[in-house]
């Protein structure tokens, strides 16, 4: 079984910033993707950004240049510097971690989310 704790969310004035952290625990031989994603009131949750094993990043086009994603490996943990913020940006943060597991299967693990409230 995998644990994954969010940190970092709260209230926050349009223009400024915030870090997510999400350090997972477990057992598992290893981590590829991580992920953010974020589900706003009566809104479907969507992806946020994406990085996998090798480092190559992915985000949604309403937050590039804006969020950026990293992961310390030796820590099992992915982070979300998000800078910029708008009141669109409030929402309930996600983070998602593919694994591996010690009989080489893969499963996708799920935080319990924190919110982000950006206010105008």
């Known amino acids: 079984q995998v644990q994954l704790v969010e940190s970092g969310g709260g209230l926050v004035q349009a223009g400024g910033s915030l870090r997510l952290s999400c350090a997972g625990s477990?057992?598992?031989?290893?981590?590829?993707?991580m992920g953010w994603h974020r589900q706003a009131p009566g809104s479907q949750r969507e992806l946020v950004a994406t990085?996998?094993?090798?480092?190559?990043?992915d985000y949604a086009d309403s937050v590039k240049g804006r969020f950026t994603i990293s992961r310390d490996s030796a820590k099992n943990t992915v982070y979300l510097q998000m800078n910029s913020l708008k009141p669109e940006d409030t929402a309930v943060y996600y983070c998602?971690?593919?694994?591996?597991?010690?009989?080489?299967?893969?499963?996708?693990?799920w935080g319990k989310g924190t919110l982000v409230t950006v206010s105008s």
């Open positions: 998602n971690f593919v694994v591996t597991t010690f009989d080489y299967r893969r499963f996708s693990y």
């Open positions: 477990g057992r598992f031989v290893s981590i590829n993707d």
């Open positions: 990085i996998v094993r090798g480092g190559n990043t």
